[in-house]
């Protein structure tokens, strides 16, 4: 018998992260599984890393020669996968050692989903604990079943969290290799067909640093790097139906919403101009929010009050954040999809 799990591991200069996360699935108190890691090029020493994990461990170890984008890099995952159950673990971070049979036994109990996530932590550079439970420290609240509408309004799942029916990927075919990150676009399309469904405990660990590909956008063009944009924008055109089902004005504050965290990203880069720009398009899909009215007038500041503004943005970004949680959701939790 061949594996049941197979895991994708994209990897590009991993030399620092990657043992550990390798040892992360060492630890599962699941052991069916095999290891598929995909080197995106990499020009350290990140082969030398994994090599001592190859008696210990079944891997399959894929090097492009020349770097081809994580969506690729995940495709190739998935490609040489033979097992009937999919997941994904970055590189640089790491799973909690019950991750793999918690969720491989909930696949088996609930035969009608075909994707499962989890609750997750977050954890700094060093590997210390930021926040121990998302889900707890941000006060969020996740759905089962039915999530697409959801899933629409905000992108609450993390992916290596997920463990996914390889038939998904081969009914839906694969990420979408002309996004920077596809992974958030091939979660709306299982949840347009499939069951995804919520286990309320936490079993990864998400590693936010300053040299995580996620944080890579480029100062002065946020529209540009806006991955979630082009996602909401293909995922309408695709499906134009949605617009029926969702109605204008949740779709409206779901681009305000975007537009408002791109203002955002541009404020801590320091670009001011494209700070105003996506603040102006905000208020365009969401006339009513006066909040964004005050962040636009606030954006022609002297500098020297920017400290000041980035705090007070932050507290009113966090409250936006759980309002658009709570009021967003309980608008499209009616509506059903086919």
Not at 49 to 77: C, T, W
Not at 235 to 257: K, M, V, W, Y
């Amino acid at each position: 018998m061949g594996p049941r799990v197979s895991i994708t591991m994209p990897v590009l200069n991993g030399k620092r992260y990657i043992a550990g996360a390798i040892e992360s699935i060492l630890t599962q108190t699941y052991g069916n599984v095999e290891l598929v890691v995909v080197d995106d090029g990499s020009t350290d020493e990140t082969y030398a890393m994994v090599e001592p994990y190859f008696h210990k461990l079944n891997i399959k170890y894929v090097s492009h020669p020349a770097r081809q984008g994580i969506p690729a890099s995940m495709n190739d995952g998935v490609r040489h996968s033979t097992g009937e159950l999919i997941a994904f673990l970055d590189h640089d971070d790491i799973w909690l050692p019950e991750m793999l049979e918690t969720q491989v036994a909930y696949l088996e109990s609930h035969p009608d989903v075909g994707m499962v996530h989890s609750d997750f932590q977050t954890i700094d550079a060093e590997g210390r604990i930021i926040e121990d439970s998302v889900a707890k420290c941000r006060n969020r609240v996740r759905v089962s079943g039915s999530v697409f509408p959801q899933l629409f309004m905000d992108c609450f799942i993390v992916g290596n969290s997920v463990l996914i029916r390889k038939e998904c990927f081969n009914r839906l075919g694969y990420f979408d290799e002309s996004l920077r990150f596809g992974d958030y676009d091939m979660w709306l399309r299982i949840a347009r067909r499939y069951k995804v469904d919520y286990v309320p405990k936490v079993l990864t660990a998400y590693r936010q640093h300053a040299t995580q590909s996620t944080r890579a956008v480029s100062a002065g063009r946020p529209e540009e790097d806006c991955v979630v944009l082009a996602v909401i924008e293909n995922t309408l055109r695709l499906c134009p139906e949605i617009r029926q089902e969702l109605g204008r004005t949740t779709i409206n504050r779901r681009f305000a919403s975007i537009y408002f965290d791109m203002a955002y990203a541009s404020f801590a880069a320091g670009s001011f101009a494209s700070l105003r720009s996506c603040m102006r398009k905000a208020i365009h899909y969401w006339p009513t929010n006066h909040k964004y009215y005050c962040y636009l007038l606030a954006s022609f500041l002297p500098p020297r009050f920017a400290r000041v503004l980035r705090s007070s943005w932050q507290r009113v970004r966090g409250c936006l954040s759980s309002a658009n949680d709570m009021g967003q959701l309980d608008r499209v939790t009616h509506v059903g999809h086919s």
